[in-house]
């Protein structure tokens, strides 16, 4: 199949600094209008690029080998995710951190040899879309046609929304995806619902952990009771069994007082006596 010619003049435009983008699309597609009055109508359809995208496409065209190490590197953390290889990946994600990192100022130095600002924030943006290349396949495609638009973002495990994100045909051929406002409206009220369900998910499981520890102190709380009350009815069988014994001790206590004073009385008797049989000794 013959390359449409659209994605030629794109390549050439969107090699140029952003603010000299629209002056130089309108010129071209004056340029053709005579010869090819379609192709004329799409080049006026091309959309700038942003300075995120435009860095990107600055890497594809003049770090190519640097940028292809970077895809590569996503080529196999997608494939260590698939296999589980926790070691794997756990390098390959410090890795990817390091290139997208450094190929990102490497981006910065081109923009400035454009005079292009190349702010924390857009460079932030820059990594993100590599990242986001590194990821997902079909982000990957469209970071290396050199005609992105705007930067890219992986959001969860869904595929890279590259809706609006190339211009001209899409990098397989097929016509660049275009969303309505309803289609874009949808797919942001799916993500919002996503993310409210993922939310909810981790409530749900605080929640689970809040129940299973209130379920655990009325556990302790229902054993600890139940050893009080067999405590308790321990301790008033004692009670019990103590005073039966205090009232047959109070019981017995007139007849062992009665007692007592008998032999008092008796002691007393026989101390006199003595008294007496002691003075009839002595006479």
């Given amino acids: 199949m013959a390359e449409d010619p659209l994605v030629g003049v794109a390549w050439e435009l969107y090699d140029l600094p952003p603010a000299r983008f629209t002056a130089a699309r309108n010129a071209r597609a004056k340029a053709v209008k005579d010869e090819d009055a379609a192709l004329a109508k799409r080049i006026t359809q091309l959309r700038r690029a942003s300075a995120p995208a435009w860095i990107v496409g600055q ?167 139940a050893e009080l009350g067999a405590r308790r009815e321990e301790l008033r069988g004692k009670l019990e069994k103590t005073e039966r014994e205090l009232a047959r001790l109070e019981k017995a206590a007139p007849d062992i007082d009665s007692a007592r004073e008998d032999a008092e009385r008796r002691a007393a008797e026989a101390e006199s006596a003595l008294e007496d049989a002691r003075r009839a000794l002595d006479t």
């Fill in 59 to 225: 890497l594809v065209r003049h770090r190519s080998e640097r940028l292809a190490q970077v895809l590569e590197l996503g080529a196999e953390l997608r494939e260590a995710q698939q296999d589980l290889d926790a070691a794997a990946l756990a390098q390959l994600t410090r890795d990817r951190r390091a290139l997208t990192a450094a190929l990102a100022k490497e981006g910065a130095a081109l923009a400035r040899q454009h005079d292009v600002n190349a702010p924390s924030a857009v460079l932030d943006e820059v990594s993100q879309t590599l990242q986001a290349a590194m990821a997902d396949a079909d982000a990957a495609a469209a970071v290396t046609s050199g005609r992105l638009t705007r930067a890219l973002e992986v959001v969860g495990f869904d595929p890279v929304d590259l809706t609006d994100a190339v211009a001209g045909p899409a990098p397989d051929g097929s016509p660049a995806p275009e969303a309505g406002g309803d289609e874009l409206a949808a797919r942001r009220a799916r993500r919002a619902a996503e993310r409210a369900a993922k939310e909810a998910e981790q409530a749900l499981e605080r929640a689970r952990e809040r129940l299973a520890d209130a379920r655990r102190r009325v556990d302790e709380h229902d054993r600890r009771a």
